[in-house]
């Protein structure tokens, strides 16, 4: 997983409520055991019409807002079920942070878990930003997440919550699997402490 510390993104502004899981990545394209490819689909029934041609309208297939890295959304973001395919397709799609008023409890650990930055702000905050946003072509955020600041033009900054043990993973770029590995040698100790009783145990029961 990648370390994340100050990033600097184009905002698209989704400007829906309880975009759950389903309509993140449809169920039909849930086959796929591999996590890449999934950007293809995000949104798709959003993004094109039965045909497969883009859907001009919406906001995500507009040419000024085809290179975002930040989405704007509003409350309950990620409702649903809990399939991790979501997120997938979010960062594969090229998002790196996610801002609403609230996301499902569950969809925002699978986030955290592959490097993606879900920020939950104040319903009047997001508000204001959908306003600079769409007010302002090609808007920009810098989220800091070490300082827990985001900033913008127009002299707009924030403070954003964050769990400290998610923030340290994310800044030091520890997945599942790496934070697992910060304590290979405690593991090995534990487990150079433990052979002996255990073979000792299996030996004596097969005499």
């Known amino acids: 997983m990648h370390k994340f510390n100050k990033f600097t993104g184009v905002v698209v502004p989704l400007d829906m409520a309880h975009v759950d899981t389903d309509q993140l990545v449809p169920k039909q394209f849930l086959k796929r055991t591999e996590r890449e490819g999934f950007g293809e689909v995000l949104m798709y029934h959003h993004r094109f019409d039965e045909a497969g041609n ?27 079920s809990s399939r991790e395919h979501a997120p997938w397709a979010l960062q594969d799609y090229g998002f790196r942070v996610l801002l609403a008023p609230s996301f ?37 955020l810098t989220v800091d997440l070490k300082e827990q600041t985001l900033s913008g033009p127009g002299e707009f900054a924030c403070f954003f919550a964050v769990d400290p ?43």
């Not at 883009?54 to 649903?80: C, Q, T, W």
């Open 165 to 207: 043990f998610r923030k340290q993973c994310l800044l030091e770029g520890l997945d599942d699997i790496g934070l697992t590995l910060t304590h290979e040698q405690e593991i090995a100790e534990y487990e150079k402490e433990h052979a002996a009783p255990w073979q000792a145990a299996v030996s004596g029961g097969q005499q």
């Open 104 to 140: 499902a409890d569950i969809f925002k650990n699978n986030c955290y878990k592959i490097g993606l930055l879900p920020i939950e702000l104040e319903t009047p905050l997001v508000d204001d930003l959908f306003k600079r946003v769409e007010a302002n072509l090609g808007y920009r």
């Open 54 to 80: 883009e859907v001009d309208e919406f906001v995500m297939n507009r040419p000024h807002y085809k290179e975002a890295n930040i989405l704007l959304a509003r409350e309950n973001f990620g409702s649903g």
